[in-house]
């Protein structure tokens, strides 16, 4: 006998056992045969108008890639405006400063220039006067200042006592001539005569030791009055 095809298995009855067949639901999709894959449905894309372009969304912390040799420019810091004459706000660099010079005796010689002051004899004797206070001060410096305040201080002295000496003869030879007394210059103006010449000496001192003292050194005057020794 020719064998029967099989016979499909009956629908599955509807619930309630009215022993109706339950009608396919809606969405599903019969059984496919083996191999068979299901084609994907494609979005719908609508057409672009010439030269749009299509913009990028990118997620929070995607940078896109850059094209070759492009460079992302860098965003300019703040910088507050300067103010004109003000200091660097960073400070100098260290070894700028000059180095503080010490003290080396020069006031003392220097003050010795009163002498240049434009009244007669006035000018030699607060020359003198200076010299020799200015140099009393400076000793405590030591070292080389000291020196050279003592060489001041001692000749700033032997000047203002031998000018006064000479200056207080010229006037008392003055007066105290008789008329009988020769009229002439000399030998009244002898004290006068070596007054003016140690005054030369005292404003050639003076610059000598302004001169070595501006450079260290020290200034000596061998035949000044060693009122204070080293």
Do not use: C
């Not at 994907?40 to 929070?60: D, E, F, K, L, N």
């Not at 006035?122 to 206070?133: E, H, N, P, Q």
């Not at 000749?155 to 008789?178: N, R």
Request: proline share 17%.
């Amino acid at each position: 006998m020719p064998a029967h095809p099989p016979v499909p298995p009956a629908p599955p009855a509807a619930p309630g056992g009215s022993g109706q067949v339950a009608a396919p639901v809606y969405g599903d999709l019969p059984p496919q045969a083996p191999g068979h894959v299901q084609p994907q449905a494609s979005r719908y894309a609508p057409p672009q108008a010439p030269g749009y372009v299509q913009p990028q969304v990118s997620a929070p912390g995607y940078a896109p890639p850059q094209a070759p040799g492009y460079v992302h420019p860098q965003s300019q810091g703040y910088a507050p405006p300067q103010t004109p004459g003000a200091y660097p706000t960073g400070g100098y660099p260290a070894g700028t400063y000059p180095a503080a010079v010490p003290p080396r005796g020069l006031l003392p010689w220097a003050l010795g220039l009163l002498i240049l002051f434009p009244v007669p004899f006035l000018g030699g004797l607060l020359s003198g006067i200076a010299m020799a206070v200015s140099g009393g001060a400076s000793r405590r410096f030591g070292g080389v200042a000291r020196e050279n305040a003592r060489a001041a201080l001692n000749w700033g002295l032997t000047y203002l006592l031998v000018s006064t000496v000479l200056i207080v003869s010229h006037f008392v030879i003055l007066f105290t001539l008789t008329e009988d007394s020769p009229t002439g210059f000399y030998p009244i103006g002898i004290p006068i005569t070596v007054y003016f010449a140690l005054s030369l000496l005292h404003l050639v001192l003076v610059i000598v030791g302004m001169v070595r003292a501006s450079s260290g050194k020290v200034m000596r005057v061998p035949f000044a009055i060693p009122y204070l020794r080293a």
